[in-house]
C-alpha cells in the first residue's frame, strides 16, 4: 500500500480534526501529497501545515476543483469524510433533516460526480466514505443522522458495485465510538452506547489502510460490529427489540 500511496493525489474533507485529520496524517506520513479541507479555515491550515499538505477550506460539496487543481489537475484518493451528528426524532426541524442529508450523502454524490469522469477514463481511482456503524445499524436518538449515514453507505456500495470492473475502487469505514468532537456532542445517547468501547481516530486510520491492503469494501474499525449487522439480516425483530431495551434505558436514564 505504500507504494501505492507514495506521492498520490489524496483529498480528505472535514480534515480539521478528529477522523479526518488521522486520515489526512497516515496519507501524508505514507508519501501522499494531501489537500486538507476543513470548514473552519484555521483548523485546515494548521493539519495542513503539520503535515506539509495544502489547505483548502470550505464547504467540501464544492471544493473538489480547487483542491484538484492545487494537486497539480490529478485526485488519485477522495476521502469524503466531512460529516455532521445531527440528533433528534422524525419531530427534528426540517433545516436539521436537510442540513444531515446534504452533508453526509450530497456532498458524497456531488464529489463523485466531479471525480468520475476522469477516474473512469484512465481506469483508477479511490473513493473512501466515512460512514459510520450507523449506516450498518442504527443510532438511538439520531434520527437524521442514522437515516442519511444509512444513504451514504448504500451510496458507497453502488459506486462499488457499478464501477469496480473499471477501476473503481470503495471503501465504506464504519465505526463505532470514535473519541472526537462529534462523540462528544452525542450527550447521553453516546455515554451509553458508544463511549464505552470507542477509540481513537488514529485506529480508524489503521484500520482504512489495512482494509486497502486486503481491498475490502468494508471496513470496521469495530470488529464486532459484523456480528450485529449480521444479526440484524438474520433476524430483524430479535435484533429491533434488543435495540429497543436500549432505547428504553436510555430514556428511563435521562
Known amino acids: 500500500m505504500v507504494e501505492a500511496v507514495q506521492d498520490a493525489g489524496v483529498i480528505v474533507t472535514g480534515a480539521g480534526g478528529g477522523i479526518g485529520a488521522a486520515l489526512a496524517r497516515r496519507f501524508a506520513a505514507e508519501g501522499a501529497r494531501v489537500v486538507v479541507n476543513d470548514l473552519d479555515a484555521a483548523k485546515a491550515k494548521k493539519v495542513a501545515d503539520e503535515i506539509g499538505g495544502i489547505a483548502v477550506p470550505?464547504?467540501?460539496?464544492?471544493?473538489?476543483a480547487d483542491a484538484r487543481d492545487a494537486l497539480g489537475g490529478t485526485v488519485d484518493v477522495y476521502c469524503a469524510n466531512a460529516g455532521v451528528g445531527s440528533g433528534g426524532t422524525e419531530a427534528a426541524a426540517e433545516q436539521v433533516w436537510a442540513l444531515a442529508w446534504d452533508v453526509n450523502?450530497?456532498?458524497?454524490?456531488?464529489?463523485?460526480?466531479?471525480?468520475?469522469?476522469a477516474w473512469l477514463e484512465r481506469g483508477s481511482g479511490r473513493f473512501v466514505s466515512t460512514v459510520s456503524a450507523a449506516g450498518?445499524?442504527?443510532?438511538?436518538?439520531?434520527?437524521?443522522?442514522?437515516?442519511?449515514?444509512?444513504?451514504?453507505?448504500?451510496?458507497?456500495?453502488w459506486l462499488s458495485l457499478t464501477y469496480r470492473h473499471r477501476g473503481l475502487k470503495v471503501h465504506a469505514i464504519c465505526p463505532q465510538g470514535?473519541?472526537?468532537?462529534?462523540?462528544?456532542?452525542?450527550?447521553?445517547?453516546g455515554d451509553?452506547?458508544?463511549?464505552p468501547t470507542a477509540i481513537e481516530p488514529d485506529d480508524v486510520a489503521d484500520a482504512l489502510f489495512a482494509g486497502m491492503d486486503e481491498d475490502r469494501f468494508l471496513?470496521?474499525?469495530?470488529?464486532?460490529?459484523?456480528?450485529?449487522?449480521q444479526a440484524r439480516a438474520a433476524d430483524p425483530d430479535r435484533w429491533l427489540t434488543n435495540m429497543n431495551h436500549i432505547q428504553q434505558k436510555w430514556e428511563a436514564g435521562r
Open 192 to 195: 451509553l452506547v458508544l463511549q
Open 105 to 117: 450523502v450530497m456532498a458524497h454524490v456531488r464529489a463523485a460526480h466531479e471525480l468520475l469522469p
Open 178 to 189: 470514535v473519541r472526537t468532537d462529534m462523540l462528544a456532542a452525542t450527550g447521553s445517547a
Open 219 to 229: 471496513i470496521l474499525p469495530h470488529p464486532e460490529a459484523a456480528e450485529y449487522y
Open 58 to 64: 470550505g464547504d467540501a460539496s464544492t471544493i473538489v
Open 136 to 157: 450498518l445499524l442504527t443510532m438511538i436518538g439520531a434520527a437524521p443522522y442514522a437515516v442519511t449515514k444509512h444513504g451514504a453507505y448504500a451510496f458507497a456500495e
